[in-house]
């Protein structure tokens, strides 16, 4: 296996601003791209005195708009400016499939710097990738390159297919999007010699992450073969945190393992990437913790309570599936309880959960079964109905028809509150129970995390309450999480959340 080179597509409009970044990250990238065509049109003629000045291998790349690139001039003036910035020691110049450009070409060869000859698939996935890509170079000395944005599951493992039937064959493949993340990561052990990120605001291509995520987070310069891989699925899930958690979960404890968001869209294609990518765990998000069971092999007694499951585990035997939610909302709950003065019992307490999704029934079964007393109450009153009358509980609209009954515990799991909540929900800054006047006494426990303070909590932080917020639970549940994975005790206080 080569190692994978994490290459910084450099973006900025100015050289100095580019070469900024690559001392800001110099520790975590081995190559860089300059994108001149990214640069202010001025910059361009000090073109030639990047590559020293980066002292590090370099590509030349002067992308089209058509192949997603910022250069608006004519091919000819793209073709001169490149036969102007080859005469420099830059390691590689990135020239696409179709580019007539034979005296950049010589000259290139003249200079030693090998060609990337490049495809990029931005209209989905051509029936015969591998194919394609093997015809791609024009030459035995050049390096072909596909970048092929990716739109569903299916496409991942149409990849997956190419990587195989070019195993061996020097290469750059890379699948573009969030349904590409995973060969971004996985580029060493997928077999691609580059692996692109991107400092600063401007992407330059969807998917990019930066790269001391991709390399310390991601540990995308390490991965070998008997890296164990773990994922969270959902859909969608590139915002997840829990990659902050395991992550540096593992590395604290020297378990060569890493764990990726995986965007999945069929929860039946999950399982096909899990075989070739050799998935061993998986945590599970909206919209699949109920779509998952038909596929467990071995359920655990809470997620067949619950009927959810956060959390797959591959066994000799297929996948078992468990749920850390109910333990991992209860645990920092129990720390709120035990510090009241004068001390609570959870049994003795009454309680409103506000939402009736799927995070609100590990929440209501976890309560029902230390004894309490709960209210579900939603904004569609029907799903409050059904789920209450599962677990035997009272039902109400969320509206000011709740005011006055006085509970001792409130739990708010709708997605209000929650930023990039979509349009539906408000966003950041809106308090789904804004009509309820707090008194003090309750113990309010928001599960939003993110914004970690939202704007319920702060209010009930105003009024004296004691507050739960709902980054505890996400660690709590990863917490539990990482056990099953490993079999081993989380090392508290790794987090990087
Ligand atoms: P879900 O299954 O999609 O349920 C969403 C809930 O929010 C539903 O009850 C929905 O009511 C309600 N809702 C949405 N927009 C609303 C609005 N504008 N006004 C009133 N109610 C609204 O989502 P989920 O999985 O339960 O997740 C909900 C939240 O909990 C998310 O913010 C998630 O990040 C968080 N969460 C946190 C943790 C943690 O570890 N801290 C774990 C799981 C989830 P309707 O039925 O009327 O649509």
Redesign the pocket.
């Known amino acids: 296996m080569t190692p994978t080179k994490i290459c910084l597509s450099l973006t900025e409009p100015t050289l100095a601003a580019d070469l900024a970044l690559v001392e800001r990250n110099r520790d975590s990238i081995d190559a860089v791209e300059l994108r001149a065509d990214f640069l202010d049109s001025g910059e361009r003629s000090a073109l030639r005195s990047f590559p020293e000045r980066a002292r590090l291998p370099a590509i030349l790349t002067v992308r089209r708009e058509s192949d997603g690139g910022r250069f608006r001039g004519s091919e000819e003036e793209r073709v001169s400016l490149l036969r102007s910035a080859i005469e420099a020691p830059w390691a590689f110049v990135d020239l696409e499939e179709d580019l007539a450009a034979s005296e950049v070409e010589a000259r290139a060869r003249a200079r030693s710097v090998r060609i990337i000859r490049s495809l990029h698939l931005t209209a989905g996935l051509p029936p015969d990738l591998a194919g394609r890509l093997r015809r791609l170079a024009r030459s035995a000395d050049e390096l072909p390159k596909a970048a092929v944005l990716l739109g569903s599951s299916r496409d991942l493992l149409s990849l997956l297919d190419a990587y195989d039937e070019l195993s061996g064959v020097e290469k750059v493949l890379l699948g573009m999007g969030p349904y590409g993340f995973p060969t971004r990561v996985l580029a060493s052990r997928l077999g691609s010699a580059l692996s692109y990120c991107t400092a600063g605001e401007r992407s330059a291509a969807p998917g990019h992450v930066d790269p001391v995520t991709l390399s310390a987070i991601y540990r995308a310069r390490s991965i070998g073969e008997r890296t164990e891989l773990y994922a969270v699925i959902g859909n969608p899930v590139m915002h997840s945190r829990s990659p902050w958690i395991h992550n540096p979960g593992f590395r604290a404890l020297g378990i060569d393992a890493v764990y990726l968001p995986l965007p999945i869209d069929d929860i039946a294609l999950f399982f096909a990437i899990a075989e070739r990518l050799r998935i061993r765990g998986s945590s599970v998000?909206?919209?699949h913790?109920r779509a998952v069971l038909p596929y467990l092999a071995e359920r655990s007694p809470e997620v067949a309570r619950i009927g959810s499951c956060?959390t797959l585990v591959r066994t000799p035997n297929g996948w078992r599936g468990a749920n850390t939610?109910a333990s991992?909302?209860l645990a920092p709950l129990r720390r709120a309880v035990e510090g009241t003065r004068p001390p609570r019992r959870l049994p003795a307490m009454t309680a409103l959960v506000?939402?009736?999704?799927?995070?609100?029934?590990?929440v209501v079964f976890a309560l029902t079964d230390e004894g309490a007393r709960v209210t579900v109450a939603?904004?569609?009153?029907e799903?409050?109905r059904s789920l209450a009358e599962e677990f035997g509980c009272d039902w109400a609209e969320?509206s000011s028809g709740l005011v006055g009954r006085g509970f001792d515990l409130i739990v708010?799991?709708?997605?209000?509150?929650?930023e990039g909540?979509?349009v539906?929900?408000?966003g950041a800054g809106?308090d789904?129970l804004a009509f309820y006047d707090l008194s003090g006494r309750e113990i309010v426990y928001d599960?939003?995390?993110?914004p970690r303070e939202t704007k319920l909590l702060r209010r009930a932080q105003a009024a004296g309450c004691r507050v739960v917020?709902?980054?505890?639970?996400?660690?709590?549940?990863?917490y539990a999480q990482f056990a099953l994975f490993t079999g081993r005790d989380y090392p508290r206080g790794a987090a990087e959340t």
């Not at 939603?378 to 009153?381: D, F």
């Open positions: 998000t909206i919209p913790k956060n939610d991992g909302f506000a939402g009736a999704g799927g995070s609100a029934r590990a939603n904004r569609t009153v799903r409050a969320l708010q799991t709708t997605s209000v509150g929650m909540g979509g539906d929900a408000g809106n789904p599960l939003v995390y993110s917020p709902g980054m505890e639970m996400l660690l709590e549940q990863a």
